[in-house]
């Protein structure tokens, strides 16, 4: 049984990935600030994980860029299993776009010195075990699509610029010293929810993504869809994107620790996606098949900074890892429509 120190875990991803790693077995602590989370998500995730998980869960509210925080959240995993922590896996972060570009300092400050403060920490504590959460976002507007690891990196806003730095500062880490085991993990499009629909994606105010705004047209928050682009040079003119089920990409990251844990010493950096491209066009009718609701939908201009096709090469992942998605489009909308219809305001309603 391992220590885990989870920042970020009330989050959408990190929420479904600390079930995972409870019916895993695993110890977790979890450092969140509840930023953009609420503790309901975690106190589902216990639940969902049966009895006796509760014992091994623990909740830190704190924010990683403080040393007092991470010592609190060092300090409970030691105490939760009798031994220092075995390896983080770090979600904890800001990741609107839009926001990116409106406010980059609070980016550069939560993303890359709160990381900067977090990997500190680590080495005080001899933690050398790390599983970041990098993105698509890296690779800008690529120029081969499937887009493998080795593609140029060259993001074009403010997130990707921090979520670059970070994947530098690591591997400027693995290179200091013998001892690091470090994955970097760049998701492409996370969607969809846990089937049981207990937990889920849930965004404050109006979403910026397409998957939860199309569930929130489906469960009538919000009159219409906006497809930005139509003219696009893809089959049916509406960009296409990886989408990659939540519960895949959970997996991704047991799977990534396992290989860290039981191997050597390393720098993984692997795309998590699933190689399948679907356009706007398909997700909205997917969803409307899932859903057994109308999704309204108009055709408006390109929103700035969109590239016309973004889709993974995951056969490093399948390669290292043993790891490929399992679930489809048609999987994603069913259990994102379980999670929205059962939470139609989410976890505070
Ligand atoms: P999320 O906002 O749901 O989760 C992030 C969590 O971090 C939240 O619980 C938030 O409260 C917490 N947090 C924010 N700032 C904090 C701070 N200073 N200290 C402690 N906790 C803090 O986002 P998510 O979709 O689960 O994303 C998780 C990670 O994956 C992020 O780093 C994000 O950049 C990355 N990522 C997400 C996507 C995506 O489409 N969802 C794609 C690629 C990469
Ligand atoms: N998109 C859209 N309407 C929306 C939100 C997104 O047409 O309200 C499109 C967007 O242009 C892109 C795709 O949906 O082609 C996925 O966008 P999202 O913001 O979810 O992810 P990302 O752009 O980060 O890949």
Not at 94 to 110: F, I, M, N, T
Not at 119 to 140: D, I, K, N, P, W
Request: proline share 7%; charged share 20%; with cysteine.
């Amino acid at each position: 049984m391992t220590n885990l120190l989870i920042t970020g875990g009330a989050g959408f991803i990190g929420s479904h990935t600390a079930l995972v790693l409870l019916e895993a077995g695993h110890r977790l602590v979890v450092l969140d600030s509840y930023a953009n989370s609420s503790p309901e998500a975690l106190r589902r995730v216990a639940e969902l994980a049966g009895p006796g998980a509760a014992a091994r869960l623990q909740l830190i509210e704190g924010d990683i860029r403080s040393e007092h925080d991470l010592e609190r959240a060092f300090a409970a995993c030691s105490a939760l299993g009798g031994k220092p922590a075995d390896a983080v896996i770090h979600f904890a972060g800001l990741k609107a776009v839009g926001e990116s570009v409106a406010e980059p300092l609070r980016y550069w400050d939560v993303n890359l010195s709160g990381s900067r403060q977090l990997v500190g920490a680590m080495q005080a504590h001899g933690c050398r075990t790390l599983v970041f959460s990098s993105s698509a976002t890296l690779y800008g507007y690529p120029e081969t699509v499937p887009i493998p690891e080795t593609a140029t990196i060259a993001p074009i806003n403010p997130y990707g610029h921090s979520k670059a730095a970070v994947e530098q500062l690591l591997a400027d880490m693995a290179a200091s010293e013998p001892g690091w085991r470090i994955a970097r993990l760049r998701y492409f499009n996370p969607v969809g929810a846990h089937p049981s629909g207990r937990i889920g994606e849930d965004p404050c105010g109006i979403p910026n993504n397409l998957f939860p705004f199309v569930s929130q047209v489906a469960v009538g928050r919000r009159e219409q869809l906006q497809i930005f682009g139509g003219d696009w040079p893809t089959p049916d003119g509406s960009g296409v994107r990886d989408y990659i089920h939540v519960m895949d990409l959970a997996e991704g990251h047991r799977a990534a620790l396992d290989v860290l844990l039981a191997e050597g010493p390393q720098l993984l950096t692997l795309n998590l996606g699933s190689g399948q491209g679907h356009s706007v066009l398909e997700v909205a009718a997917a969803f409307e098949a899932a859903s057994g609701r109308p999704v309204p939908l108009k055709i408006v201009e390109r929103r700035p900074g969109d590239a016309a096709i973004t889709v993974a090469d995951p056969s490093q992942a399948a390669q290292r890892l043993g790891w490929r998605t399992s679930r489809g489009l048609a999987d994603m909308c069913r259990d994102g429509w379980a999670w929205q219809s059962a939470n139609p305001d989410g976890y505070e309603a």
